[in-house]
């Protein structure tokens, strides 16, 4: 169970911090230096590290041709990195690695929200989100690279497992989500994607 104050301080804001619990509960690690290392589809064991360092050090000797993923949100390490040198300790550092994971799952959600026309619906969430684990997992998204494409930006409706049950609770910050929309009237649907926030470009 991750520390409330810890996802309160770390994560990334535009998550609500049932969303990032279940996140790392689908996906990491309670260990903060738990790295996984995946080769042409096979776990590779490794000895467990014992401080950052030798962490870091272990991600840097297992990352070429290899998939390692690492932390408490198990990041998949060198994404937008030229050389092994340039991996920090910070990768294993609770708060940073909490921060920087949830900041690419709030990504890969909008990813996910935008290819199915940004949705305002809440019931349509729980396949988002299950969608957007799997695309964590895989790297991949309908054929395209999640960790390397553009962010699309734009809020997505968020409705957890949790809140549900709490709905009574949820209400208070609810219509801060997506204070623009208007119901789209059964006849108007269309092509859902409303192009009018991001000045027309596609």
């Given at each position: 169970?991750?520390?409330?104050?810890?996802?309160?301080?770390?994560?990334?804001?535009?998550?609500?911090?049932?969303?990032?619990?279940?996140?790392?509960?689908?996906?990491?690690?309670?260990?903060?230096?738990?790295?996984?290392?995946?080769?042409?589809?096979?776990?590779?064991?490794?000895p467990?590290?014992?401080?950052?360092?030798?962490?870091?050090?272990?991600?840097?000797?297992?990352?070429?041709?290899?998939i390692v993923?690492?932390?408490?949100?198990?990041?998949?390490?060198?994404?937008?990195?030229?050389?092994?040198?340039?991996?920090?300790?910070?990768?294993?550092?609770?708060?940073?690695?909490?921060?920087?994971?949830?900041?690419?799952?709030?990504?890969?959600?909008?990813?996910?929200?935008?290819?199915?026309?940004?949705?305002?619906?809440?019931?349509?969430?729980?396949?988002?989100?299950?969608?957007?684990?799997?695309?964590?997992?895989?790297?991949?998204f309908?054929?395209?690279?999640?960790?390397?494409?553009?962010?699309?930006?734009?809020?997505?409706?968020?409705?957890?497992?949790?809140?549900?049950e709490?709905?009574?609770?949820?209400?208070?910050?609810?219509?801060?989500e997506?204070?623009?929309?208007?119901?789209?009237?059964?006849?108007?649907?269309?092509?859902?994607?409303?192009?009018?926030?991001?000045g027309?470009?596609?």
């Amino acid at each position: 169970m991750l520390d409330a104050a810890l996802i309160m301080e770390c994560a990334d804001p535009s998550l609500k911090p049932a969303i990032v619990e279940q996140f790392v509960q689908a996906v990491g690690s309670d260990d903060p230096l738990a790295i996984t290392v995946k080769s042409g589809g096979r776990l590779i064991l490794i000895p467990k590290p014992k401080t950052p360092e030798e962490a870091i050090e272990m991600v840097r000797e297992n990352i070429a041709g290899s998939i390692v993923r690492v932390g408490l949100t198990q990041i998949p390490a060198g994404i937008g990195v030229k050389d092994a040198s340039e991996l920090k300790v910070d990768l294993v550092d609770p708060c940073a690695n909490l921060r920087i994971g949830t900041g690419m799952f709030a990504k890969i959600l909008r990813i996910v929200a935008k290819w199915y026309g940004n949705p305002t619906s809440e019931e349509v969430f729980p396949q988002l989100f299950d969608d957007a684990i799997h695309a964590w997992q895989t790297g991949k998204f309908e054929g395209e690279s999640v960790f390397q494409a553009e962010d699309p930006d734009g809020a997505v409706v968020q409705r957890s497992k949790v809140e549900v049950e709490n709905a009574d609770n949820a209400e208070d910050d609810a219509p801060s989500e997506i204070p623009e929309e208007t119901p789209i009237k059964p006849n108007d649907a269309g092509i859902r994607i409303d192009l009018t926030r991001i000045g027309g470009q596609k």
